[in-house]
């Protein structure tokens, strides 16, 4: 029968004579992994740049395409273990769909990364300088983030192609090229036009290092305990210096009623902030202040200021003192009970909507000369020292769940402000999308994910879209000296350019001046599906309805709502109605070993060129010196970085960190990596796949013929068929996007099935110089080893490729033109020959326990029985395979388990199989009987002596140690030598007494029966 796999797989190989001499350094390395040693992974790593450039190329434009984004690295530093998780995952996806015949575009690009580049640069720039933003102009300031997103995108480049990214690097992207530059301003001036996009004021986030409004994912919620300190960053400089800051203390502050002896008592963490205070609220159904609602109180810090007592149900009785201070302008809950009261608060307090105590940069702005251009932490000591010389200070209540927000790019503390901004009214893009998934037009795995983006989706808050930045897409919006600017969209025009804005106002264009303020980068990220598909191209309709920019969106879940959603929602609304993608895959954020998150104080953040070459201990200890951490944070991390790495990181190479970061479930929501473990199993698995290679160039160069044989051998036939089982299962799991299940069943495939069952069952072909025997086995393992190596790629690609082209002898590269098509298999799985060689490794692996147990060579024979019920159809072409390699003659006859056993010999002896499929009878063969007592024999005297000759030890010690005592001169010495000897007699006894044992039941059952 016909069996050749070559034109089901699409896998077509030229005949080749006998496997040609193998050059002199791979024939040194050869040696290496047959004496049990790694092979240099440095051999098949090298070139990776081209090889990933050639497994990317398209072949045949008339295929089916698949399009996929790579979530695109900010440019403020290297990639990693994170990004290294989202690379290896979207690879072997795109590289699966290109063995199965389908075009696979797998899109990079880079993300300016506004806040954080600016940040880092900041902090670079007074590094190395000595200067701040504003001791340079902006022209300057952003060729210096130039040239820094420059080199590290050339950084990032290099790590991409390194990991095995097979990335369409012709149709890369920069949210700040020219071509994307024109999309967001498109963009920002359609949604306007649609009156989404508005200019208003509300509250928003706002850090004083940065100077900017920032949106809430960059913004962390710090619990922090009464008297906790925190590191904040100093005042003008970089960010880079940094000094500590108490929070979380609850100060009490009394509030005198005018013209009376009254008074009210507020609670607050925020002292400096009393300055903007416009009123005071408490519950109305609060019994304490009921009489005092409405009266006029005298501010502590501001002589001649009155402001007004209000009542609003917002207010919680039972927290701090059941009264608050209202600051509109630096609060968001005060914002929104001073809009219900502004009538109140306008009689008494003047100005009271633009009343701000704090500046741009953090400093105190108040009529009190004594605090006025102070900075608001050094105020706060002099506030309440202020307060307690005029007796309105009552100290510090007790206060526990205090929590501070922080910048996560500055580490700065952020400032509520009310502010006038650009906002995009999401409430009806954000309707659209959630009716699409609830209609299940968009499908998100896991499932569990959605109920979070559905929540996102409902909490339609009005997005800020400006920041207070100089690095990013300015705002298209344009007004003229002389306007006056406020919340009416009328003093604003928006437009592509200022020539258009020139013609609006009906003035010059030097008379024209843009917005200074730039877009939130989740804007502009959220047009890479649009850009992507060649939203701006002029010479054609621009049209999704038939097939989405993106077939799949795999990312990180921590971004489902920042990016994933947003990106749904703009491209639907601007491209028609279309969504940009309909499946969703979220993998999960990278923990260490011990569940951690990785952070640079923890010094648990791995670069994954660590992995891929190695580091030494003082190099990762050195990285921690130099970087910006404090130095009690050096101090931890360094202490980490000696615990968790006492000899540094060995080099392992990409093949055995993509090994590691794909047995995960990447589905989790956290994913705790012991990469450099698994990194060293991806190690010892290549040299598996190694030395299969090396016994099949020896198969090779054993065979008579390298024509392509028939055979109809049954454990040609099983490896074949498992081979085409496991691609499908991997198809299979793959589709369902488990990789880590897809690769763990090609990992048993090659481990198990292929080299430590078929190559040792068939090692005795190669021993006898069997030559019918050897051409079989020389094609089965062609046949099987083929698309073995092209699926083996998606995974692992280095070392595939490698022995591919080698074992081959094929041109660089040429793996990828080659593929596997699943569902061409199917005619190759026996379902039923898996059953019966199943069933038959069960029986040999109940003999091995077997031979353990007695201590018997693999080359003693056995004969036995077998009964089970059922047994596989085909089990009896496995009884040839049982004597050939496991030294098992069974008999043809398989009793049922309703056959008696009473008639059965007395010299058998009963085991149960492995996973209690049956029993197995077994006796030593008749031949070699007299050499099995011999061997037991000769063991038993082997132990009887040891115990003889320790037992004679101990005899000799005890006599010396009690000469010794009675002569007062015991040593610890012999003491510690008696005791060393006490100990080698115990266990030669007990290993005496387990081979007696074996003994006894070997004599009992076998040796003294005539059967």
Not at 329 to 344: G, N, P, V, Y
Not at 958 to 986: C, F, P, Q, V
Request: contains cysteine.
């Amino acid at each position: 029968m016909q069996r050749c796999l070559h034109g089901s797989t699409g896998i077509h190989l030229p005949s080749t004579s006998k496997c040609s001499a193998i050059p002199v350094r791979i024939r040194n390395f050869c040696s290496k992994a047959e004496k049990g040693r790694d092979p240099d992974i440095s051999i098949f790593s090298q070139n990776y740049a081209q090889r990933t450039e050639v497994a990317a190329a398209n072949y045949r434009n008339t295929e089916p395409t698949f399009r996929m984004i790579l979530p695109p690295p900010n440019v403020t530093g290297k990639l990693h273990l994170g990004h290294a998780l989202t690379v290896v995952l979207e690879d072997a996806l795109c590289r699966h769909h290109r063995i199965k015949g389908t075009i696979a575009h797998w899109l990079p690009g880079f993300d300016h990364a506004g806040i954080a580049t600016q940040a880092v640069a900041e902090r670079e720039l007074w590094n190395e300088r000595k200067l701040t933003r504003a001791d340079l102009t902006r022209e300057e300031f952003i060729e210096f983030c130039t040239k820094l997103s420059q080199k590290n995108a050339s950084a990032i480049t290099e790590q991409l192609k390194r990991l095995g990214a097979t990335l369409n690097w012709k149709q890369s992207y920069y949210t700040l090229d020219q071509n994307f530059s024109a999309a967001v301003n498109r963009a920002f001036c359609e949604l306007h036009a649609q009156k989404l996009v508005y200019r208003g004021e509300r509250i928003v986030n706002w850090c004083s290092t940065l100077e900017s409004t920032l949106s809430d994912q960059e913004v962390e919620r710090v619990s922090v305990q009464p008297g906790d300190e925190l590191l904040v960053p100093e005042p003008s400089k970089g960010g880079s210096v940094k000094r500590r800051v108490k929070f979380g203390q609850m100060h009490r502050i009394r509030y005198k009623v005018r013209d009376s002896k009254e008074f009210i008592e507020v609670g607050t963490t925020r002292p400096e902030t009393c300055f903007a205070d416009v009123a005071i609220a408490v519950h109305p159904e609060d019994s304490r202040y009921s009489n005092l609602v409405g009266k006029i109180l005298e501010h502590p810090l501001v002589d001649g200021l009155f402001i007004p007592v209000v009542a609003d149900e917002a207010v919680s009785q039972n927290k701090g003192t059941g009264a608050v201070k209202v600051t509109p302008a630096h609060d968001q809950l005060d914002f929104r009970i001073a809009s219900r009261h502004w009538t109140e608060i306008e009689r008494t307090v003047k100005n009271a909507k633009s009343n701000f105590c704090l500046t741009e940069s953090g400093k105190i702005k108040s009529e009190n000369p004594g605090f006025n251009g102070l900075d608001r932490f050094e105020v706060r000591e002099k506030v309440l020292e202020y307060l307690k010389s005029k007796g309105a200070y009552q100290g510090i209540m007790e206060h526990s769940g205090a929590q501070v927000n922080v910048c996560t790019r500055t580490g700065d503390i952020i400032e509520p402000r009310l502010m006038k901004q650009w906002f995009l009214d999401t409430v009806d893009i954000d309707k659209e999308v959630y009716d699409d998934i609830k209609q299940g037009k968009i499908k998100i795995t896991p499932s569990f994910h959605e109920t979070a983006l559905l929540n996102w989706l409902s909490n339609s808050e009005p997005w800020c879209l400006s920041r207070q930045l100089l690095w990013g897409h300015r705002i298209p919006a344009y007004t003229v000296d002389g306007n006056i600017f406020d919340i009416f969209s009328e003093s604003w025009f928006v437009g592509q350019n200022s020539e258009s804005a020139a013609q609006h106002f009906g003035t010059d264009i030097q008379n024209v001046r843009q917005d200074s303020d730039v877009l939130d980068t989740w804007f502009s990220s959220s047009l890479i599906p649009l850009v992507s598909a060649d939203w701006m191209s002029r010479d054609k309709p621009f049209d999704i309805s038939q097939k989405p920019p993106v077939d799949l969106m795999e990312t990180g879940w921590d971004i489902l709502g920042f990016w994933v959603a947003r990106m749904l929602t703009i491209t639907k609304r601007l491209s028609g109605g279309h969504s940009p993608f309909n499946q969703i895959i979220l993998h999960g954020l990278i923990r260490d070993a011990n569940g951690r998150k990785m952070s640079k104080s923890l010094g648990n953040v791995i670069d994954p060129n660590d992995i891929i070459d190695g580091i030494e201990q003082q190099k990762m200890i050195d990285r921690v010196n130099e970087s910006q951490l404090e130095p009690k944070e050096k101090e931890k991390a360094t202490a980490d970085i000696k615990s968790e790495y006492p000899e540094g990181i060995p080099a392992q190479g990409v093949d055995s960190l993509r090994f590691a970061l794909l047995k995960y479930d990447a589905q989790q929501v956290d994913i705790r990596m012991d990469v450099i473990r698994f990194s060293y199993t991806g190690t010892k698995f290549i040299a598996k796949i190694w030395n299969l290679c090396l016994y099949y160039e020896k198969i090779c160069e054993a065979s008579p013929t390298m024509k392509d044989v028939d055979s109809e051998h049954v454990m040609d036939r099983w490896l074949v068929s498992r081979m085409a089982s496991t691609l499908q299962e991997v198809d299979r799991k793959m589709s369902a996007f488990e990789m880590h299940h897809a690769f763990q069943a090609l990992i048993d495939f090659i481990k198990v099935q292929l080299s430590d069952v078929y190559v040792e069952a068939t090692k005795s072909a190669l021993r006898s110089n069997d030559a019918k025997r050897i051409s079989e086995i020389r094609s089965t393992m062609q046949r099987v080893m083929q698309p073995t190596l092209v699926q083996l790629s998606v995974f692992m690609p280095f070392i595939s490729e490698h022995l591919y082209e080698r074992i081959f002898h094929r041109e660089p590269g040429s793996i990828y033109f080659d593929f596997v098509k699943v569902k061409m298999l199917t005619h190759l799985i026996d379902v039923d020959l898996e059953e019966s060689i199943d069933f038959a490794l069960d029986v040999l692996a109940t003999l091995h326990l077997i031979r353990g147990r007695f201590q018997m060579t693999k080359q003693m024979p056995f004969e036995g029985i077998l009964q089970s019920d059922p047994v596989p159809d085909g089990f009896s072409e496995t009884l040839p395979v049982l004597k050939d390699w496991g030294k098992l003659t069974l008999s043809e006859k398989i009793l049922s388990s309703k056959d008696s056993t009473e008639n059965l010999p007395k010299n058998l002896l009963p085991y149960t199989i492995s996973g209690g499929q049956g029993i197995l009878f077994l006796k030593i063969e008749d031949s070699v009987r007299d050499e099995y007592d011999s061997l037991l024999a000769s063991k038993l005297k082997v132990f009887q002596e040891s115990v003889e000759k320790q037992q004679s030890e101990v005899e000799k010690f005890d006599s010396i140690i009690k000469n010794y005592s009675e002569a007062g001169k015991k040593t610890a010495e012999m003491e510690k030598r008696r005791r060393y000897a006490l100990k080698r007699l115990g266990n030669s006894r007990l290993k005496l007494q387990e081979h007696e044992k074996l003994i006894e039941e070997y004599g009992r059952k076998v040796k003294n029966s005539n059967g």
